[in-house]
C-alpha cells in the first residue's frame, strides 16, 4: 500500500478526534434518571421534589390522542427478516462473521499463546478445503469459485495458528476462512511474514488476540479526479469479491487482570509486496480500519490500559520463503522480537 493511501485511510479515520471523543464519554457520568412519580400520601415529614437532571421540556400542546398509523411496515416479518445477517461461525480456533453478499468474511478472530503454538497434534497434509455447510448454499464460496481465478484461497487464521488439533486445523481450511488473495508476492510472502509476526509475539506476551479481514477501499481515477470503489469479483457466475486490501487487528495482552493491552493494526494491499518493506510502512490507527470496515475491535477498552504495539516491541517481519515453510509447518520456536530502536 503506498503512504497515499495510508494517509487517506488514517486521514479519514479522524484518529485524534476519536480519540478525544472516547476520552470525554469515557469520562461522562450517567445521567440520574428522575424519579417515577407516585400517589401523594398523608404523611408530616416534608420530602424535596427531585429534580430531573434533564433540560426542562419546551411547553407547547399535548397530542389529544395517540397517533394511530394505517400501515404497518413491520408486517413484512411475518414472512422473514430480510437481513443483513452476518453469520457467526464459532470453531475451535477460529470465530467469525461471514458476509453474504461479498461471499467473504467480514472478520476472523483467533487467539494464540505459547502453549498453543508449542503444541504439534496437527498437519496440514491432512487438511483439505472445504466448503461450509453452515452458510446456505446461495450465499456460500464455493470451490470452483477459486478453479482457475488466479487468486490463492488465503487463509484469514493461518493453519500454523491452529496446529495443536487436527480438527481445529481442518475447520482453518473451510472457505469461511478464506478471501481470494494474490499469491506469489503476497499470500505465499509477505502475508506470510506477518502471520509469523504475529506468532512470534507470543514470546513477548503471553496472550495475542488477532482479528483479521478484506476490506474494500476506494481509488483516485485519474481521468476526472473521483474516488470510486472498484474490485474484481470471480466465479461462475462471479459471486466472490477480490478485496483491495486485508487488515490485521492485534491485541497483545500482558496477561494481568485489568492490565494494558498493546495495539496494532496493519492494512496491506492485496497485491504483490517486495519483502524489503518495512512492516511499518503499513501500521494504521486502529480507528482508520474501524472506520473503513464498519467495525469496532475495542470499544470497551479503556484508554489508560492501551498501549501501542510497536512502541513495545520491534514490528519487522522476517523473511522464510514459502518451500521452506511448507516443509517443516512448526518450524523453529518464534523468535522474540527486539525492543524498538
Given at each position: 500500500?503506498?503512504?497515499?493511501?495510508?494517509?487517506?485511510?488514517?486521514?479519514?479515520?479522524?484518529?485524534?478526534?476519536?480519540?478525544?471523543?472516547?476520552?470525554?464519554?469515557?469520562?461522562?457520568?450517567?445521567?440520574?434518571?428522575?424519579?417515577?412519580?407516585?400517589?401523594?400520601?398523608?404523611?408530616?415529614?416534608?420530602?424535596?421534589?427531585?429534580?430531573?437532571?434533564?433540560?426542562?421540556?419546551?411547553?407547547?400542546?399535548?397530542?389529544?390522542?395517540?397517533?394511530?398509523?394505517?400501515?404497518?411496515?413491520?408486517?413484512?416479518f411475518q414472512y422473514g427478516f430480510p437481513g443483513p445477517i452476518a453469520d457467526l461461525r464459532p470453531n475451535l480456533?477460529?470465530?467469525?462473521?461471514?458476509?453474504?453478499?461479498?461471499?467473504?468474511?467480514?472478520?476472523?478472530?483467533?487467539?494464540?499463546?505459547?502453549?498453543?503454538?508449542?503444541?504439534?497434534?496437527?498437519?496440514?497434509?491432512?487438511?483439505?478445503?472445504?466448503?461450509?455447510?453452515?452458510?446456505?448454499?446461495?450465499?456460500?464460496?464455493?470451490?470452483?469459485?477459486?478453479?482457475?481465478?488466479?487468486?490463492?484461497?488465503?487463509?484469514?487464521?493461518?493453519?500454523?495458528?491452529?496446529?495443536?488439533?487436527?480438527?481445529?486445523?481442518?475447520?482453518?481450511?473451510?472457505?469461511?476462512?478464506?478471501?481470494?488473495?494474490?499469491?506469489?508476492?503476497?499470500?505465499?510472502?509477505?502475508?506470510?511474514?506477518?502471520?509469523?509476526?504475529?506468532?512470534?509475539?507470543?514470546?513477548?506476551?503471553?496472550?495475542?488476540?488477532?482479528?483479521?479481514?478484506?476490506?474494500?477501499?476506494?481509488?483516485?481515477?485519474?481521468?476526472?479526479?473521483?474516488?470510486?470503489?472498484?474490485?474484481?469479483?470471480?466465479?461462475?457466475?462471479?459471486?466472490?469479491?477480490?478485496?483491495?486490501?486485508?487488515?490485521?487487528?492485534?491485541?497483545?495482552?500482558?496477561?494481568?487482570?485489568?492490565?494494558?493491552?498493546?495495539?496494532?493494526?496493519?492494512?496491506?494491499?492485496?497485491?504483490?509486496?517486495?519483502?524489503?518493506?518495512?512492516?511499518?510502512?503499513?501500521?494504521?490507527?486502529?480507528?482508520?480500519?474501524?472506520?473503513?470496515?464498519?467495525?469496532?475491535?475495542?470499544?470497551?477498552?479503556?484508554?489508560?490500559?492501551?498501549?501501542?504495539?510497536?512502541?513495545?516491541?520491534?514490528?519487522?517481519?522476517?523473511?522464510?520463503?514459502?518451500?521452506?515453510?511448507?516443509?517443516?509447518?512448526?518450524?523453529?520456536?518464534?523468535?522474540?522480537?527486539?525492543?524498538?530502536?
Amino acid at each position: 500500500m503506498s503512504k497515499t493511501t495510508l494517509a487517506i485511510i488514517a486521514a479519514c479515520s479522524a484518529a485524534s478526534g476519536a480519540a478525544i471523543t472516547a476520552a470525554i464519554f469515557s469520562s461522562r457520568p450517567e445521567r440520574n434518571l428522575p424519579r417515577t412519580p407516585t400517589a401523594p400520601t398523608t404523611s408530616s415529614t416534608n420530602v424535596p421534589t427531585p429534580t430531573s437532571s434533564f433540560p426542562p421540556t419546551p411547553a407547547g400542546p399535548l397530542p389529544a390522542k395517540e397517533i394511530i398509523a394505517p400501515v404497518d411496515p413491520s408486517g413484512l416479518f411475518q414472512y422473514g427478516f430480510p437481513g443483513p445477517i452476518a453469520d457467526l461461525r464459532p470453531n475451535l480456533s477460529t470465530l467469525s462473521a461471514f458476509d453474504r453478499r461479498t461471499r467473504n468474511p467480514h472478520w476472523v478472530a483467533e487467539h494464540i499463546t505459547p502453549t498453543s503454538l508449542s503444541l504439534s497434534n496437527g498437519d496440514r497434509r491432512h487438511s483439505v478445503f472445504v466448503e461450509d455447510p453452515s452458510i446456505p448454499a446461495k450465499f456460500r464460496a464455493k470451490l470452483h469459485d477459486y478453479f482457475r481465478s488466479g487468486y490463492d484461497r488465503g487463509h484469514q487464521v493461518p493453519a500454523a495458528d491452529a496446529k495443536w488439533s487436527q480438527e481445529a486445523m481442518d475447520q482453518t481450511f473451510l472457505l469461511t476462512n478464506m478471501c481470494p488473495q494474490v499469491g506469489d508476492g503476497f499470500n505465499r510472502d509477505y502475508w506470510a511474514h506477518l502471520e509469523d509476526f504475529c506468532r512470534r509475539l507470543t514470546n513477548n506476551f503471553p496472550s495475542v488476540r488477532i482479528v483479521t479481514g478484506p476490506l474494500y477501499l476506494p481509488r483516485k481515477d485519474p481521468s476526472d479526479g473521483k474516488w470510486r470503489v472498484s474490485y474484481e469479483v470471480i466465479g461462475n457466475p462471479p459471486n466472490v469479491a477480490v478485496p483491495t486490501h486485508f487488515y490485521k487487528v492485534i491485541l497483545a495482552e500482558d496477561g494481568k487482570t485489568g492490565g494494558n493491552v498493546s495495539l496494532g493494526a496493519f492494512v496491506l494491499p492485496n497485491a504483490e509486496i517486495a519483502n524489503d518493506k518495512p512492516l511499518t510502512d503499513f501500521e494504521v490507527p486502529i480507528e482508520a480500519v474501524e472506520r473503513a470496515s464498519g467495525l469496532e475491535f475495542a470499544s470497551k477498552l479503556p484508554l489508560q490500559r492501551r498501549k501501542r504495539l510497536c512502541a513495545e516491541v520491534s514490528c519487522s517481519i522476517l523473511v522464510r520463503e514459502y518451500n521452506e515453510r511448507q516443509k517443516d509447518l512448526r518450524g523453529q520456536p518464534p523468535k522474540s522480537l527486539p525492543a524498538p530502536r
